[in-house]
């Protein structure tokens, strides 16, 4: 059941061309793997397959934690690059764990995959280089202002203020 009000997601977004950029973003350096015959390859899997081609194998907790992410997000890419053939699951120091570890074929693709990420940090600066306001200065002071307030508590009180306003 609706609002009866008009549809929010036709209104006008500030957040949505910065998620559409970054997926097109995403979407050329993928581009970019398809070209070389690597359709196997997503951006996503990119950072955790040459953290474990630098650090060995991990668990899908170390893995998680050391790229910043939740361990659900990380265990759905750790399944989608072994469908792939790119990781395969070995036990681990004790019967309860079980540690994800590179293939072969992972392995032959690292220096690409290592090329493919300098050659995207100097593009992603080069950018900058051509922006009044560089990126990396921009999500700074917008961690810095998050810091400040959360993004949850400044959605929840203009949620709360919405609701104040229909009642």
């Known amino acids: 059941m609706t609002t009866g009000g008009p549809d929010p997601t036709e209104d006008e977004s500030v957040w949505q061309p910065l998620r559409r950029l970054l997926g097109d973003m995403d979407d050329e350096i993928g581009r970019l793997y398809r070209q070389r015959g690597l359709d196997s390859i997503r951006p996503r899997f990119v950072m955790p397959l040459i953290r474990l081609g630098h650090r060995g194998a991990m668990t899908i907790r170390e893995l998680a934690d050391a790229l910043g992410v939740t ?3 990380m265990s759905q890419t750790v399944s989608a690059m072994r469908r792939e053939g790119l990781v ?16 072969k ?6 220096p690409l995959l290592e090329a493919e ?15 009044p306001h560089p990126l990396s200065e921009v999500v700074r002071d917008l ?5 400040r307030r959360s993004f949850h508590d400044r ?13």
Request: aromatic share 2%; glycine share 4%.
């Open 105 to 110: 074929r992972a392995h032959a693709l690292l």
């Open 155 to 167: 959605i929840a009180h203009h949620l709360q203020r919405s609701q104040e306003q229909s009642s």
């Open 143 to 147: 961690e810095e202002a998050l810091a």
């Open 88 to 103: 395969r699951s070995i036990a681990g120091t004790d019967a309860r764990t079980r540690q994800v570890t590179l293939t």
């Open 117 to 131: 990420w300098r050659a995207t940090e100097q593009a992603v600066r080069e950018l900058e280089g051509e922006l």
């Open 71 to 73: 361990h659900s997000a």
